[in-house]
Structure formats: C-alpha cells, structure tokens
C-alpha cells in the first residue's frame, strides 16, 4: 500500500504556543489530504479536507484561524495548532489518498500532541 | 446525515474462530466501502477495500457487502490474539469524503 509519514511522532509544548505537525505522501501524489483528531477511546473525527494548491474545508466546529492547514504539494500538507491550549491534547491524525489508488486513504503514523 | 453504524462490542472470539465484524450505513449511493484496523495509540491501517456486491477475499479476511441491505460486513478466520484491534467501517460519500464508524473493538481469546 501507499506510504504516509507524519512528523513529529510526539510533541509537548507550553500553552499559547504554536505546532506545526507535516504530512508527506512517500510513493504517491497525494490529491487530496485529510485531518482528523481522536481523543481516547474515540472515534476518529475528521478535521478538515485539503487539496493541493486549494484553501482547506473544515467541518462544522472546527475553528479555521485555530488550526491552519497548507496543502503547499501533492506531496506536503501541514496543520498547525496555533496558541494552543491543555484541551488541544490529542493524537492528530492525517490521511491522504489520489486518484490512482482509487481513492483510498492511507493514513499517516499520528501525532500526540501534549499541552503543558 | 451521512451515518456509519458498528457496534461497539467488545466482541470476543476465541482463537483460531471465525470472528464477524457488521457495519451498516445510510448514504444509499454509496459506492466504495473499506475496513481499518486499529491497534491502541496507533493510526488506522487499511484491510480491505470493496467496491461491488459480494465477498471479497484477501487471506483470512472477507469483505462481504450488500448495497440492497447497505450493510457491509468483515470474516477473521482462524482468528489469532494479533487480531485483537478496534476496527473502522468506513464508507466514500458523493463528494469523496471518507466517513467511519465508531468502531467495533475485538478481542481474541488466547
């Protein structure tokens, strides 16, 4: 199957600071890349959508100055956590699929994001 | 509202049994169908993908959908303590966005 690689894996940052989390599509391109958020023990929810060269769409709830999402690449997507806070904490999730694959979606490792 | 339903068992199978996995969705034209499974603090890994009426096999996994019934279902044989997961039902809508299901977790009985 197709390759995503998410990075960093794991990352503790303080309150009121930002991250940026990438995700790259290894063997493919990548039109479209997905977010998505699960707290523990919960199902996945879904972020927002990119495509490569487009403004992202986020879904309902999700604050778009809050979580800023660069789909630069067929290859790179980025999500950001801006001023983040303790209730930010979760495992951030990315996925990418393309036509060629019939868009199925591969999802990347995962990103825990701690805030202190 | 486009929904995904699984039950959220646990559902548990002794080993080397067949363990069955049911998903049923309400978007009636939807055409692409997918199992995940996921292992605790980890991300989903595509099992299988189907896309038309029937099984399809892949190893000891069967996909098995009926677009009639909107249901959708997955077979472990000879089922193994590797198995025990928490596996997604996931269903393509019309505007290509992917949507799970909670999640139905397993456990095999060593």
């Known amino acids: 199957g197709a390759v995503v690689s998410q990075h960093p894996s794991r990352v503790i940052c303080k309150s009121g600071t930002s991250v940026k989390i990438e995700c790259r599509s290894l063997?493919?391109?990548?039109?479209?890349m997905f977010w998505y958020r699960q707290f523990p023990k919960q199902s996945l929810m879904l972020m927002a959508t990119?495509?490569?060269?487009?403004?992202?769409?986020?879904e309902q709830g999700v604050e778009k100055d809050k979580f800023l999402i660069n789909h630069a690449s067929l290859t790179l997507s980025t999500l950001t956590v801006t001023s983040a806070h303790p209730e930010d904490s979760s495992f951030y999730i990315c996925?990418?699929?393309?036509?060629?694959?019939?868009?199925?979606?591969?999802f990347g490792p995962g990103t825990r994001l701690t805030v202190t | 509202q486009k929904e995904v339903e699984q039950n959220s068992g646990p559902l548990s199978v002794p080993e080397g049994a067949i363990a069955s996995l049911n998903c049923t969705y309400s978007?009636?034209?939807?055409?692409?169908f997918f199992w995940y499974r996921q292992y605790s603090g980890k991300s989903p890994e595509l099992i299988m993908s189907?896309?038309?009426?029937g099984d399809k096999e892949d190893g000891r996994f069967t996909a098995q959908l009926n677009k009639a019934s909107q249901y959708v279902s997955l077979l472990i044989r000879d089922s193994q303590p590797s198995d025990s997961a928490t596996y997604l039902c996931?269903?393509?809508?019309?505007?290509?966005?992917?949507?799970f299901g909670k999640g139905t977790r397993l456990h095999i009985l060593p």
């Open positions: 996925s990418a699929s393309a036509q060629g694959l019939e868009y199925e979606q591969y």
């Open positions: 063997d493919f391109q990548a039109t479209t």
């Open positions: 990119s495509n490569e060269g487009s403004k992202a769409t986020y």
């Open positions: 978007d009636r034209v939807s055409q692409s």
């Open positions: 189907i896309y038309s009426n």
């Open positions: 996931a269903v393509r809508l019309r505007d290509d966005k992917i949507i």
